[in-house]
């Protein structure tokens, strides 16, 4: 038994990847980065902004997904989180939906602005929480937003991590691919092996992901939970037990 829950795990590594960031953005349907974000807010040292799209209390923009592309070209901010029906070895990823294109067996909202944020924002963090073949896949079936570019193709940077609900994943933009950073607590290698649909690095011996501290679990869910009770109730009731939004 541990006294966390998984969510507060990823909650917590999330929040380590965003140290010394100045402004994080987070885009829709995305509670654990958001929790992530607003923590490590918490945390710096110096002042950090956030931007959650989905919330009002924490997006200052007044004209959605449209002011986050012009902060973004304007290199305004550090850090955003992408995910994708498939992510691929190469850090592509699919929102668009599963199938032959354009002949799909399954249809999803689509790509929206991702290709531009994958473009020009210069620290881009993966997250999926379902870690399984058919979302880890060899090649996504259609590609939203690729992971790397041409030689001489300008970008502003470009994937870093891919965080799931097994591990942590660093990518190696001038290699093409993903090495294994860590694995969850009680999770193994051979588990990971079998649940990712690409090849990946992995040393001899693989770290541990860092179980989060005490002092830190309580700062979450005492200060955190309610923040994120504003924008994502159900998951705050859910994970945290938080019904009512901070005041």
């Not at 060899?138 to 570019?149: L, T």
């Amino acid at each position: 038994m541990t006294d966390w829950r998984p969510e507060e795990l990823l909650i917590c590594r999330l929040a380590d990847a965003l140290a010394g960031d100045r402004h994080v953005a987070v885009g829709a349907a995305s509670p654990i980065p958001g929790a992530a974000a607003l923590l490590a807010q918490e945390e710096a040292p110096r002042r950090m902004h956030v931007t959650v799209l989905h919330s009002r209390r924490y997006n200052h923009f007044t004209d959605g997904g449209r002011e986050l592309f012009d902060c973004a070209g304007q290199g305004r901010i550090d850090t955003f989180f992408l995910g994708g029906v498939q992510i691929d070895g190469q850090a592509n990823i699919n929102l668009v939906g599963t199938g032959d294109y354009p002949t799909l067996t399954k249809r999803f909202p689509g790509s929206f602005g991702s290709a531009f944020m994958y473009f020009a924002v210069p620290k881009v963090i993966l997250f999926r929480e379902e870690h399984s073949p058919r979302t880890l896949v060899e090649k996504v079936d259609f590609v939203s937003a690729p992971g790397c570019s041409p030689e001489g193709t300008w970008r502003r940077g470009g994937p870093t991590l891919l965080v799931t609900s097994l591990a942590v994943f660093a990518f190696d933009g001038a290699r093409r691919r993903f090495a294994l950073e860590s694995l969850h607590p009680g999770v193994t290698a051979e588990t990971v092996a079998e649940r990712t649909g690409f090849a990946f690095d992995r040393p001899a011996e693989v770290p541990t992901t860092a179980a989060p501290e005490p002092a830190r679990l309580e700062r979450l869910r005492r200060t955190i939970a309610p923040k994120v009770a504003e924008f994502y109730p159900v998951f705050a009731e859910r994970v945290f037990g938080v019904t009512e939004p901070a005041a």
